[in-house]
């Protein structure tokens, strides 16, 4: 752990002088201060109080991490190497832009994850640029659509032969399908808060990704962005993210 505190210091240290660096451009301070309405408070954040932010969001994902490893019940020794260092990195540099604390518990586990498994790196960094790309309410919404999927559908013989999982929809006419057999679990109730559209958005973000299929097109009665089913690739990545690495 002791190699994983030197590199939050180093972090940390370019953090900081990014900050002091701001603080001496006194021009490009008084162009962001003359800004209305945001000057004074992106001056505010630039000149110390965003490098605060970011320390302690590495601080508390170094926490989350150390918790994670302590519960390893098996002797683990990581060697440093390069690709270990490129991981890192990468992973410290997400973790110093993203609020949202869940995340950066997804990002230890991703790290924990491969301390355990001992991957080949490039599956580890494929995982990395995955989740990177994918805000909190899209893990939600995926993490849904699989456990969701792997119920027992009444229909279980025709449903499995088809996709293997049983589908979720955001769509009246699939939740309520006068063939029983086609009836997916509706995945509106829930997230109430989230609109129509912005479930077509993320799913179609997930769609783009691999991580769900579109099965609206099986069928000739049925549009598209209406019912989905996780594919094996989303599987693959919230096994890296989660605290157990089998669900």
Known sequence: ???????????????TKASAAYCDKFPLRSAIQAIPYLGSSLDTMLAG???NYKYKRLEDFI???????SNIEKNVNIEPS???????MQIFDQVSRTRSKDKRKKFANLVANQVLKRCDWDEAEAAYRLISDLS????QVLDLAITIGHRKHPFENIVKV??????????????????????ATDLRPHFPSLSQSAF???CSELESKGLLRDRGLDYADRRHM???VATDLAQWLIDWISESIHR
């Open 1 to 15: 752990m002791e190699q994983d505190k030197n590199k939050e210091e180093k972090a940390i240290g370019f953090i």
């Open 49 to 51: 109080l965003g490098a």
């Open 63 to 69: 926490a989350v991490l150390n918790k994670r490893l």
């Open 82 to 88: 390069e690709p270990l260092f490129d991981f890192m």
């Open 136 to 139: 909190d309410i899209n893990i």
């Open 162 to 183: 088809t996709d293997g999982l049983c589908p979720v929809t955001i769509s009246d006419k699939w939740a309520n399908d006068k063939y029983s057999s086609r009836q």
């Open 200 to 202: 077509q958005v993320i």
């Open 226 to 228: 209406e019912v989905f």
